[in-house]
């Protein structure tokens, strides 16, 4: 019996042992959880703010997107068009590469063919033409090409070409220049010796030619030719290598009465050429209207003496009329009036006025000078004899005063 009170005691202990401790581990349980649900309610809030964060964001970087779509289409547009330019570019150097080949063919063709003599001098013919024609002058009309001449040692002389200048003087031109050293100086991978030496060779020929042009004396073959004749050089790139090759070579050419010179100077002076031309044309026109004007003003002079004699007889004409209107009035009138009181006649005679309006006198001196000049000059006779008349016809009155224009005007 006493066991079982003791197990039951034991059981109702253990009981509430176990009920307290279950109590006391729901609370620790019912703590965790608030703990836990306090944890989480925290995350929640703290996710919400993040999310509302990268939404604002978000938001902020949609328009940096667009423009970062926009920027990446460009890009792609931009990388579609350099490779389009880049093929092109490769086109285009093909081309290039094909036509600087054809050129240096060309170019050695060219320099193949002025190997020949009569080949360069038709080259530089054909410049010198092309420069004359490129300043206005007109050729057999302000030059002559290949005029033949005698010079004062009775040597024939041939210039390219004679240019007319103003005052029926000349300008002889000579286009035959030397090339051959210039053209293998321009030879491809030749050594900077080679070539300075090939320069030199080409001043020394140009000097050469220098000589020969100042020995033919080409300007006492012209009459009122300047002592000079004028060396063109077809190209201002062979001048100037040979100038740069001798720098003396300029002044000795201009010693013995050569002028060097490239298409560019050429240019110049045979545009001063056709100015002195046109100066020329316009001064024969100034001189031309001189002449005209002079001519005019003395034909306006004649114009007022037979103005001033036609007044003159004008004035003669009226005072005639004045004078008879005065004699019809004081004598023949006078005497029909009697007739008209006797009643012979029924009519009135009509009556004549004077002319009171005279013509107008000359006031211009140059036209009175030339009326005093023409009165000097011999008069017309209108005398009744010197036309012809009798006067036993046309009455004593028919060989009556001579108007010789010397009266008087009003």
Known sequence: MELVLTLMVGLALGAVVAVAVCRQLGVARGAGVAAERDLLRERVIDLEAALSDDAQTAAALGPLRDALGRVEQQVGTLERDRTHQYAALEQTMAQVHASTSALGRQTQSLAGSLNASTVRGAWGEVQLRRVLEHAGLLARCDFDEQVHRVSRHDRQVRPDVVVRLPGQKFLV????APMVAFLKAQAEDLPADERTRLLREHA????????????????????????????????????????????????????????????????????????????????????????????????????????????????????????????????VLVTARRMHELEIVEDDLPVARPVEVGPRVLTAVELLDAATAQDARPQLDLSAQSLGRDPAVFGRDAAGPRWTGNESTA
């Open 204 to 331: 020394s020929h140009l000097q050469g030619h220098v000589r020969a042009l100042a020995a033919k004396d080409y300007w006492s073959a012209f009459e009122s030719s300047p002592e000079m004749v004028v060396c063109f050089v077809p190209s201002e790139a062979m001048l100037s290598a040979a100038l740069t090759a001798d720098p003396s070579l300029h002044e000795d050419a201009m010693a013995r009465r050569v002028v060097l010179v490239g298409p560019g100077a050429l240019m110049a002076l045979l545009r001063t050429v056709a100015f002195t031309w046109q100066q020329d044309a316009l001064t024969a026109n100034a001189r031309e209207l001189m002449a005209v004007g002079r001519e005019l003003y003395a034909r306006l002079g004649t114009l007022g003496a037979h103005t001033a004699r036609m007044g003159g007889a004008l004035q003669r004409s009226v005072e005639a009329y004045n004078q008879m209107v005065g004699a019809l009035e004081s004598r």
């Open 173 to 176: 031109v000579d286009s035959k």
